[in-house]
């Protein structure tokens, strides 16, 4: 998805270290307090949109801001889930999510949960800490090669079958990876390129940040 317009959702979650570099056709949307980190960041926000349970009050709305969606105290969807809805129907299909961990445990598996539910629709999201990236797929993926570092891969939502795992440290050649069993955690890169590959059902996989995805 190199080189396609991307969707950044800022949570209220701990702030990135380092703000990435956001290009006139990308889409930019605060997710309730998110808009704190945005605004003191100077990044262009277009979207502000949650119930402000975190921001405290709704921003206020003025010619040359960003569009304001309030959303109702008691809703089925959070205030990420409803920002990745909103940049779908907006047609887009790369997602990056700051601000989406280092809170509350139960927020963080909720944007997990959301990883899997932008795979569901054939869209990408990655999930930004300042040490880790996670994503969720399904079919294949191939990282660049490194001599350092940690990369863990589990089943996201049900069994996952077909599981091709080439240029780590251990590798696996069809086969099967189950939710309750932590199989796929805290492998080694080696050096060589990385592929990472499924046949069925949805992979997450956890890896340094600054790896580049080929």
């Not at 944007?111 to 399904?138: E, M, P």
Request: net charge neutral; glycine share 14%.
């Amino acid at each position: 998805m190199a080189g396609k317009p991307i969707c950044y959702v800022f949570g209220a979650g701990a702030p990135p270290v380092r703000f990435p570099k956001i290009t006139a056709s990308d889409l930019v949307i605060a997710a309730d307090g998110g808009y704190a980190w945005t605004r003191a960041a100077g990044i262009r926000t277009d979207v502000v949109i949650g119930d402000f349970d975190s921001l405290g009050r709704a921003p206020e709305l003025v010619s040359d801001g960003p569009v304001v969606l309030r959303l109702p105290a008691e809703k089925n969807e959070t205030d990420t889930l409803a920002a990745l809805q909103y940049g779908l129907e907006r047609g887009f299909r790369c997602f990056h999510i700051y601000g989406g961990m280092g809170g509350r445990f139960d927020h963080t598996l909720a944007n997990i949960q959301c990883l899997g539910f932008l795979a569901g629709c054939g869209a990408r999201g990655y999930l930004h800490d300042c040490v880790t990236v996670l994503t969720a797929f399904s079919g294949e993926i191939r990282l660049a090669a490194r001599r350092r570092g940690t990369i863990s891969v589990f089943a996201l939502g049900g069994p996952v079958e077909g599981v091709w795992l080439r240029g780590l440290k251990y590798e696996l050649e069809n086969a099967a990876l189950t939710p309750d069993n932590p199989l796929g955690v805290s492998n080694a890169f080696t050096g060589q390129q990385v592929q990472i590959k499924s046949e069925r059902g949805v992979l997450l996989v956890a890896y340094p940040a600054g790896v580049r995805e080929m």
